[in-house]
């Protein structure tokens, strides 16, 4: 079972998308997509709200995201964020192991 963690960065003036492009730009992101026990890094923009940033993070265990909590990328991440002035808010889920359930797979265009 993963760890889903959802990240809403918000900021003004376009800074979270900004910081999105850096995190991109410099490598950092991808460097977080090769840590051990990362299984999926991506940034998305919700339509309703151009000042708002969501990365959905998934990570094989709470011991993987420990790891990556006491990584040297958390100080880059910590300083982009200042940088930027971003505010976040954080949900967290587990993945479902027994996948989409039979009643829910007619609504899924394949």
Same mark, same amino acid.
């Given at each position: 079972?993963?760890?889903?963690?959802?990240?809403?960065?918000?900021?003004?003036?376009?800074?979270?998308?900004?910081?999105?492009?850096?995190?991109?730009?410099?490598?950092?992101?991808?460097?977080?997509? %090769? &840590?051990?026990?990362?299984?999926?890094?991506?940034?998305?923009?919700?339509?309703? #709200?151009? $000042?708002? !940033?969501?990365?959905? +993070?998934?990570?094989?265990?709470?011991?993987?995201?420990?790891?990556?909590?006491?990584?040297?990328?958390?100080?880059?991440?910590?300083?982009? %964020? &200042?940088?930027?002035?971003?505010?976040?808010?954080?949900?967290?889920?587990?993945? #479902?192991? $027994?996948? !989409?359930?039979?009643? +829910?797979?007619?609504?899924?265009?394949?």
């Amino acid at each position: 079972m993963s760890i889903v963690v959802h990240l809403y960065y918000t900021g003004t003036g376009g800074s979270a998308r900004q910081f999105v492009k850096e995190m991109e730009e410099s490598g950092t992101a991808e460097r977080i997509r %090769r &840590e051990e026990g990362n299984e999926g890094y991506a940034y998305f923009f919700p339509a309703d #709200d151009p $000042e708002t !940033v969501l990365l959905i +993070d998934k990570w094989r265990d709470q011991a993987a995201i420990d790891a990556h909590h006491a990584s040297p990328m958390m100080a880059v991440i910590a300083r982009l %964020r &200042e940088k930027y002035d971003l505010h976040m808010r954080a949900e967290r889920c587990r993945t #479902d192991e $027994e996948g !989409v359930p039979p009643a +829910d797979r007619d609504f899924i265009r394949k």
